[in-house]
């Protein structure tokens, strides 16, 4: 039972990093105006994600405006899609595979070794998916950072870390600890029943009384 428990509990962490990837993905605070230096333009906070940008008015006034054209979108933003998508696309398999090899489903219940192999094809899909999001995630981040500290930039364009990026960098976590956790539990060995020997002759042929 207990490595049962171990499964719910990689599996369950592991389900929360595929919905946080999700609604990372579908955010828009990936990148927030920056208020640095001598920029004093609080009228209005500009957000950019990977579908589209937001302006806030200082009204509470919120406009979003998708994205002309897909082509024309810089690397950073259409690679980090992919990375994320492909990331959400291996979870939601993954999720597949582990409601056949986990041991509180009925499914292949005959055969514990290749269940414990789904099992753990699963955990490993989770892992993939995880560094891919965390990769989708860091690469973007690095550039706002880059961005930020590049004195050519001006300060009226330069941004910050939205929180797209934690709930991000967060769900790529679950998923690698919850993948981790379901490799892990995956034991090597059989039902555990001792190994069978043959009997002995000696033992098999019953005494004979001489007279």
Same mark, same amino acid.
């Given at each position: 039972m207990a490595n049962s428990g171990i499964q719910l509990l990689g599996f369950t962490l592991a389900f929360l990093g595929f919905i946080g990837s999700i609604a990372s993905t579908? &955010?828009?605070?990936?990148? !927030?105006?920056? $208020?640095? =230096?001598?920029?004093?333009? +609080? !009228?209005?906070?500009? $957000?950019?994600?990977?579908?589209?940008t937001c302006a806030s008015q200082s009204t509470g006034q919120i406009q979003c405006k998708v994205y002309d054209s897909l082509l024309q979108l810089p690397g950073i933003v259409q690679g980090t /899609?992919? *990375? &994320?998508?492909?990331?959400? *696309? *291996?979870?939601?398999?993954s999720i597949l595979v582990e409601m056949v090899g986990m041991r509180c489903t009925t499914c292949m219940a005959e055969q514990p070794e290749q269940k414990d192999k789904v099992a753990l094809a699963g955990g490993v899909i989770f892992i993939i998916a995880g560094l891919l999001s965390l990769v989708? +995630?860091?690469? $973007?981040?690095? /550039?706002?950072?880059?961005?930020? $500290?590049?004195? *050519? +930039?001006?300060?009226?364009?330069?941004?910050?870390? =939205?929180?797209?990026?934690?709930?991000?960098?967060?769900? !790529?976590?679950?998923?690698?600890i919850g993948g981790a956790f379901l490799c892990c539990n995956c034991s090597t060995k059989g039902s555990g029943k001792p190994p069978r020997y043959p009997q002995s002759a000696s033992a098999s042929q019953p005494g004979k009384n001489y007279v």
């Open positions: 579908c &955010m828009v605070e990936w990148k !927030a105006s920056s $208020y640095a =230096g001598d920029n004093i333009i +609080t !009228a209005q906070a500009l $957000y950019e994600g990977l579908w589209k /899609r992919g *990375l &994320m998508l492909c990331a959400i *696309l *291996l979870s939601f398999i989708g +995630t860091s690469w $973007y981040g690095n /550039r706002i950072a880059q961005d930020f $500290y590049n004195p *050519l +930039t001006p300060t009226n364009s330069k941004f910050e870390f =939205g929180s797209a990026l934690f709930v991000g960098w967060g769900s !790529a976590a679950l998923l690698i």
